[in-house]
């Protein structure tokens, strides 16, 4: 079993900044790799950006060069730092990963990012 724990959201202007924290009850070398998502009201849940055990990242054109995600290997811990935000960055941010023989879905509860024009 796995429990992901999100934190670090709230309401900012837009062009501010938020810094977003997952904290695993895991060793996060135990994943290959911990993602965050995004869903805003009535669309889909997104990838934003995803760093694999190995530290190589992945993020989603819409954040690139605002968002920026790494990890605290002794704290168990990956962070999502949030620059330069939008009103689109509007969202309940997700904190995802996979684990086990199955590899099954873990998630957060979610956090609340809300960006004021």
């Known amino acids: 079993q796995v429990q992901l724990v999100e934190s670090g959201g709230g309401l900012v202007q837009a062009g501010g900044s938020l810094r977003l924290s997952c904290a695993a009850s895991?060793?996060?070398?135990?994943?290959?790799?911990i993602d965050w998502y995004r869903q805003a009201p009535g669309k889909q849940r997104d990838l934003v950006a995803a760093i694999t055990s190995g530290g190589t990242t992945n993020y989603a054109d819409s954040v690139k060069g605002r968002f920026t995600i790494s990890r605290d290997n002794r704290k168990n811990t990956v962070y999502l730092q949030m620059n330069n935000l939008k009103p689109e960055d509007t969202a309940v941010y997700y904190c995802h990963t996979n684990y086990g023989f199955l590899q099954s879905d873990y998630w957060g509860q979610g956090t609340q990012v809300t960006v004021s024009s």
């Open positions: 895991r060793s996060i070398f135990s994943f290959n790799a």
